[in-house]
């Protein structure tokens, strides 16, 4: 998942039709190959296989591949990757440039993820991902807990997400049934991008992506939208 450009579109979002990215994921949904290196061949002391034409050493190849795959590489489940790409940040920042790939990297969070570069006539490299507006919903809910977090860590269950996104459920005009079936969706969803992490039962702990991934005056707007909409549904 990306960060959306902030300023982008009108002011007033339309929930329901929020476009994102997930960080790092190509949009073919392939892992990625073993970066090339410049010129005829690679140095001799970085080549990992017969044929190898690569010039980084294996750490700095495999932070660039971690993070072309996604959805983020984070120092909390992959510290040595973690250490490996602060120590070639810079040439890794240039292999991904020439994919038309931007690097993010939250130090405080200790999460990296790529974007699609800010220029308009680059193509689209990372895949696209629709939100729906429990999806977006409850995504806002877990940014807020995550920032109010005293340690940056925060563990929610489905429950506890059903119970915060309650105000919401007579907007769609459906049963019960049929928000308990959205929500499940959503629920998978999240986790199936990496924004949720199963531990035991039904709990799952916050990525702390979430702290980096939206932009702060999209998050306003809407933040602001929703509240909006909860009150009508009240």
Request: glycine share 8%; proline share 6%; aromatic share 4%.
């Given at each position: 998942?990306?960060?959306?450009?902030?300023?982008?579109?009108?002011?007033?979002?339309?929930?329901?039709?929020?476009r994102?990215?997930?960080?790092?994921?190509?949009?073919d949904?392939?892992?990625a190959?073993?970066?090339?290196?410049?010129?005829?061949?690679?140095?001799?002391?970085?080549?990992?296989?017969?044929?190898?034409?690569?010039?980084?050493?294996?750490?700095?190849?495999?932070?660039?591949?971690?993070?072309?795959?996604?959805?983020?590489?984070?120092?909390?489940?992959?510290?040595?990757?973690?250490?490996?790409?602060?120590?070639?940040?810079?040439?890794?920042?240039?292999?991904?440039?020439?994919?038309?790939?931007?690097?993010?990297v939250?130090?405080?969070?200790?999460?990296a993820?790529?974007?699609?570069?800010?220029?308009?006539?680059?193509?689209?490299v990372?895949?696209?991902?629709?939100?729906?507006?429990?999806?977006?919903?409850?995504?806002?809910?877990?940014?807020?807990?995550?920032?109010?977090?005293?340690?940056?860590?925060?563990?929610?269950?489905?429950?506890?997400?059903a119970?915060?996104l309650?105000v919401?459920?007579?907007?769609?005009?459906?049963?019960?049934?049929?928000?308990?079936?959205?929500?499940d969706?959503?629920?998978?969803?999240?986790?199936?991008?990496?924004?949720?992490?199963?531990?035991?039962?039904?709990r799952?702990?916050?990525?702390?992506?979430?702290?980096?991934?939206?932009?702060?005056?999209?998050?306003?707007?809407?933040?602001?939208?929703?509240?909006?909409?909860?009150?009508?549904?009240?």
């Amino acid at each position: 998942m990306t960060e959306p450009v902030p300023g982008r579109g009108p002011a007033r979002t339309d929930p329901a039709d929020l476009r994102t990215a997930r960080p790092g994921r190509a949009a073919d949904g392939g892992a990625a190959a073993a970066p090339s290196g410049s010129g005829s061949g690679g140095e001799a002391g970085s080549r990992l296989w017969p044929g190898d034409h690569g010039t980084l050493p294996a750490a700095a190849r495999l932070a660039l591949a971690r993070l072309v795959r996604g959805p983020y590489l984070a120092a909390e489940t992959d510290a040595d990757t973690w250490r490996a790409l602060l120590a070639h940040e810079d040439v890794v920042r240039e292999r991904l440039a020439d994919q038309y790939l931007d690097l993010v990297v939250d130090g405080d969070a200790q999460v990296a993820f790529v974007r699609d570069v800010p220029a308009a006539d680059a193509p689209q490299v990372v895949r696209e991902v629709t939100l729906t507006f429990l999806d977006t919903a409850l995504l806002l809910h877990l940014r807020a807990l995550l920032l109010d977090s005293a340690d940056g860590r925060v563990a929610v269950s489905r429950d506890e997400a059903a119970d915060q996104l309650a105000v919401y459920r007579r907007r769609g005009g459906g049963s019960p049934m049929d928000f308990t079936r959205q929500l499940d969706a959503t629920w998978a969803r999240l986790i199936e991008s990496g924004m949720l992490e199963p531990l035991s039962g039904d709990r799952c702990t916050v990525s702390p992506v979430l702290r980096t991934v939206f932009g702060a005056d999209q998050v306003a707007a809407l933040s602001a939208e929703y509240a909006r909409l909860a009150k009508e549904s009240a």
